[in-house]
């Protein structure tokens, strides 16, 4: 069985920063691609990064590139979000998900979360000013 279990979030003052784990198991990932989604109060689930667990390659959405890395450990089968410098409009709920690589290929193929098959069920990051 699947299961993608994210930890590292919690409480942080603004220009702090946290470093998310996801980690991954029932399968192997060698095929997929991994990726980061946030969602905050009263808003819709939007893409943060992704990694293609294979070659590395990485996506980022625009506004985040710079404050956030995304990075895997193919031996502890996980992946990682380092957040720097956080703003309080980064307060959300942060969900770890996996999707076959072959369809999520390029920057708009891997921003639609319904190309993801699995997800964790997220870790809550709080950006106090």
């Known amino acids: 069985q699947v299961a993608l279990v994210e930890s590292g979030g919690g409480p942080v003052q603004a220009g702090g920063s946290l470093r998310l784990s996801c980690a991954a198991s029932?399968?192997?990932?060698?095929?997929?691609?991994m990726g980061w989604f946030r969602q905050a109060p009263g808003k819709g689930r939007e893409f943060v990064a992704a990694?293609?667990?294979?070659?590395?390659?990485?996506y980022y959405v625009d506004s985040l590139k710079g404050r956030f890395t995304i990075s895997r450990d193919n031996a502890k089968n996980s992946v990682y979000l380092q957040m720097n410098s956080l703003k309080p409009e980064d307060t959300a709920v942060y969900y770890c998900?996996?999707?076959?690589?072959?369809?999520?290929?390029?920057?708009?193929?891997?921003?639609?979360?319904?190309?993801?098959?699995?997800w964790g069920q997220g870790t809550q990051v709080a950006v106090s000013s």
């Open positions: 998900a996996a999707g076959v690589s072959s369809s999520l290929y390029n920057w708009a193929s891997v921003r639609e979360s319904s190309k993801y098959v699995y």
């Open positions: 029932g399968r192997t990932f060698s095929s997929y691609t």
């Open positions: 990694i293609r667990w294979s070659d590395g390659t990485t």
